[in-house]
């Protein structure tokens, strides 16, 4: 039997991965069983069995996993990632809960968080998405606009030294924005798919580039939703940072900040101090199935 060897998923499809060696050299890889753990990002030790594949016997512990879950089934998306990248658009509309449960799933986990709003050639909707995004400026994100057609430079500071994953809407240019940074993404997607020895399956899932020796991209399918079914009331709470400060001071300890009297929440949003539209949300995804 041939020793172990470590390596790191760099893409997905189904059961088959792709892991990248120290040399540089990808494998194609399976897993035993009909469930896989296996995450994009994740650090695997493998097992040849033969010159052109291998299996994933063991993965190392995770420093962060993001995944989206609903009632019956869970979506790993990437591991060992350091920041979220939430990229928006100016047209077409994005979807105010979506962005929210993308930065509640990136709380969890102790994720930098940076919210790119593209397509700012589009003047007039600019200006639209830019108010949209104000709430989220209030409460301390970090929002950087850009158009991925015109010039992408601003958004390089920002994934320097970080495992970045992209994460967005289909629409929202997140494809112009890789094939922008990565000018070799193409060639790196023939290179995979020709070891799955597949033109599609790479398309579906994430995959993982590399910027530098220190900074790495991973970019994944656009998503309509995204479940938090795994994650309870208080992680769902503690998602929404400005909240925090009036923590403990609803009459009930246990208060869902809906109908409950003397709800600190409530009566700080009539003040107007928690913007309405926020609460409104948290409301609606806390008292979500997922």
């Known amino acids: 039997m041939s020793p172990s060897i470590q390596g790191q998923v760099v893409t997905a499809f189904s059961r088959q991965y792709i892991v990248e060696l120290s040399n540089g050299e990808l494998l194609p890889c399976l897993t035993h069983g009909k469930k896989s753990e296996v995450a994009c990002g994740d650090i ?51 979807s105010d809960e979506l962005l929210a449960r993308c930065l509640i799933a990136a709380h969890d986990q102790q994720l930098a968080t940076l919210i790119v709003l593209n397509k700012c050639d589009l003047l007039e909707a600019a200006m639209t998405a830019r108010a949209q995004l104000e709430t989220y400026r209030a409460i301390d994100y970090r929002v950087l ?40 993404a193409q060639a790196a997607t023939r290179e995979i798919s020709t070891a799955l020895n597949s033109g599609k399956h790479t398309t579906t899932h994430a995959r993982l580039y590399h910027l530098n020796t220190k900074s790495h991209l991973i970019d994944c399918p656009g998503v309509q939703a995204f479940g938090l079914h795994h ?28 109908h409950e009297p003397d709800c600190a929440l409530k009566k700080t949003e009539q003040e107007g101090k928690i913007d309405a539209r926020r609460l409104k949300l948290f409301q609606e995804i806390s008292q979500s199935k997922c």
């Open 145 to 184: 606009e850009l158009s991925a057609k015109e010039n992408v430079a601003p958004l390089y500071p920002f994934l320097e030294g970080h495992t970045s994953i992209l994460v967005g809407q289909s629409g929202m240019g997140k494809s112009t924005l890789i094939n922008k940074l990565l000018p070799d």
């Open 231 to 258: 994650l309870d009331f208080g992680a769902i709470e503690a998602g929404f940072v400005e909240f925090a400060a009036y923590h403990g001071q609803c009459r009930f300890h246990n208060c869902h900040h809906t």
């Open 44 to 94: 695997v030790e493998i097992q040849r069995i033969s010159e052109a594949q291998g299996v994933i016997k063991h993965i190392l512990p995770r420093q962060t996993l993001l995944y989206r879950s609903d009632a019956y089934r869970q979506k790993l998306i990437a591991a060992n990632i350091t920041q979220i990248i939430v990229v928006v658009a100016s047209k077409p509309t994005f």
